[in-house]
């Protein structure tokens, strides 16, 4: 690993044997991001669209027919019935009881924080085991799933093939935390 100075002006200069081996000539525009807490830079592509292609691949299943499956179940998820929780006097009372349980349940607010840093609001088990306390047991994230799926703030997406089970942040609940 090679050692970049940072100068007074904020500026670098990065090694001519770096920007050969990745193919960085003069003129080229580099795009840069945090990620992880680490500075990348990246040469910016003539396109985005064909940069990221194939980035997601295997994330709806592995196979033509998993993916179909996935797609099946959440088009079928968009017909279920509104949960039995949301009053029919005030339709924004079950999203008012998430803010409430989120602003007073750390447990809570620590799944749905990491599912809203999550691409599309999802993440599995074990992207969520970090949230167990040194001293916890993973009973206590799975009860607090637990209560999250069945108030369907959050929707359990059952493990199919070699996929594991996933979790999803439901729509409305996310807009209400970025709206936060």
């Not at 830079?41 to 592995?62: I, T």
């Not at 990491?114 to 992207?127: E, I, N, S």
């Not at 594991?164 to 807009?175: F, K, M, N, S």
Request: glycine share 6%; with cysteine.
């Amino acid at each position: 690993m090679r050692t970049i100075t940072v100068s007074s002006k904020n500026q670098i200069t990065i090694p001519v044997a770096i920007l050969r081996e990745v193919g960085i000539k003069p003129g080229d525009t580099l795009a840069a991001a945090v990620i992880d807490g680490d500075i990348v830079l990246v040469k910016e592509p003539e396109s985005w669209v064909q940069y990221f292609q194939g980035s997601m691949k295997g994330a709806y299943g592995g196979t033509k027919e998993s993916i179909d499956r996935y797609v099946l179940r959440e088009r079928e998820s968009w017909y279920e019935p509104l949960s039995e929780h949301i009053s029919d006097s005030d339709p924004r009372e079950w999203c008012k009881r998430f803010e409430d349980l989120y602003a007073t349940d750390g447990s809570v607010r620590a799944v749905a924080d990491t599912l809203m840093d999550c691409p599309y609001h999802v993440a599995t088990f074990p992207d969520l085991a970090w949230l167990i306390p040194e001293n916890g047991h993973p009973t206590d994230l799975t009860l607090t799933l637990d209560r999250l799926t069945s108030n369907h703030w959050v929707r359990r997406i059952p493990a199919q093939d070699d996929e594991p089970e996933r979790y999803r942040l439901d729509g409305e609940i996310a807009a209400s935390l970025r709206a936060a």
